[in-house]
């Protein structure tokens, strides 16, 4: 099989794949997605918060972009990886009126959103007010308000992007993490976080359903990750149940992030049936995410448990001195939680959000297809995979 790759390089994606992606996607094309358009939370804000409340301050940035990018990050972010592997410009934040350009696309996404509204403000809870509900009001705002400034020509036609990229982008989505932690904050039992799973989800079904009324066709959706695995949940919760895996993670809220992750799955399978032209990817990072911490050493990774960028404890984490921030003594400031000496071994930046590097370990397994139902890669998520 070797020899063959090599002497027959320009066919070697097709005979080296031909086992793990279906032979109804071969006979197709990659995708030419002109644009992506992306709903979610810090997992995937590029900006939205940073231009709403106040930009994420330094260190953050400091690996990629070399200062704050309105990123909760030292640099980049899955989505920003998925953009750049489909020859797009990373994504400009919708909510952020300065040096932005959306042409390929608009980012809707803020840190801190969830699903479902929450009953509280950003000050009292640290949950964003742009709910998934929100971001689809912005989002239908966008399209139709960019058409008409398109259409005025000189520096609009140049910032907006064209009516029909509407219906061939790309649809991203990273949301539902918080609407889990959310519950646990206001001191719900798990039993109790539970049981609004299922209308979290209806509510998630319906936004899918206006953007596919809108014309939108390609979803790639997230499932959330091992929130039991985070050192803010570690640090804030654990206190409460003590159950621990082998891998020092709270067992019982990874258990309800995968409850969540089955009623999603079940939402998609669902969706495709009620959007007959949709073609919906269901992205299983949370197994990906777990590898990575778990198996951190076997990956080139230091400390899973711990916040690169934070101050004191266990987990390297202090809800009250987050990443970059200072303490007074002696009537001055000092800057206590810095960033650590290597950023790319680390897996969490702060407690809440990964590093670059950790993100490009994330992407680089998912890219291909293989944590993906139907197993298709991330160019191929414009093609309907039909079941014999």
């Known amino acids: 099989m070797e020899p063959f790759c090599l002497r027959f390089i320009l066919t070697l994606v097709v005979v080296c794949s031909v086992n793990s992606v279906p032979n109804t996607v071969l006979a197709n094309n990659p995708c030419d997605f002109p644009a992506i358009f992306n709903f979610g939370d810090s997992n995937s804000d590029t900006g939205g918060l940073s231009a709403a409340f106040g930009q994420a301050g330094p260190p953050n940035g400091e690996s990629f972009f070399h200062g704050p990018a309105g990123r909760y990050s030292d640099g980049r972010l899955v989505v920003d990886f998925i953009a750049e592997s489909l020859g ?27 699903i479902r509204p929450q009953n509280t403000t950003l000050h009292q809870s640290g949950f964003s007010p742009i709910s998934l509900n929100v971001q689809y009001y912005e989002y239908n705002d966008f399209q139709h308000r960019s058409q008409i400034f398109r259409s005025k020509g000189g520096v609009f036609k140049g910032l907006l992007p064209k009516g029909e990229d509407f219906s061939g982008a790309l649809y991203t989505f990273d949301i539902g993490q918080n609407d889990l932690t959310a519950g646990y904050f206001l001191n719900m039992t798990t039993d109790q976080v539970r049981a609004y799973v299922p209308d979290v989800l209806d509510q998630f079904k319906t936004i899918i359903k206006y953007i596919y009324d809108h014309g939108g066709r390609s979803y790639w959706i997230h499932n959330t990750g091992p ?29 309800v992030a995968q409850y969540f992750n089955r009623r999603l799955k079940e939402a998609v399978v669902q969706l495709r049936k009620d959007l007959p032209l949709a073609a919906i990817t269901y992205v299983d990072v949370y197994s990906v995410k777990y590898e990575l911490i778990s198996q951190a050493k076997k990956h080139g990774f230091e400390h899973p448990l711990r916040a690169c960028c934070g101050h004191g404890g266990k987990y390297n984490y202090n809800m009250h001195i987050g990443c970059g921030g200072k303490i007074r003594v002696k009537g001055k400031e000092v800057l206590v939680a810095k960033s650590c000496k290597d950023p790319s071994v680390a897996i969490s930046w702060d407690g809440v959000h990964f590093t670059e590097a950790a993100n490009k370990w994330v992407f680089d397994q998912i890219e291909d297809g293989s944590f993906s139902d139907p197993p298709i890669p991330l160019k191929m998520a414009c093609h309907r995979h039909h079941k014999h």
């Open 88 to 114: 797009l410009p990373y994504l400009s934040a919708y909510l952020d009126s300065v040096g932005s350009n959306f042409t390929h696309g608009a980012n809707f996404a803020t840190a801190g959103s969830t």
């Open 227 to 255: 929130v039991g695995c985070l050192p803010y949940v570690l640090d804030r919760l654990l206190i409460t149940t003590g159950q621990v895996d082998k891998f020092g993670c709270a067992s019982p809220f990874n258990e």
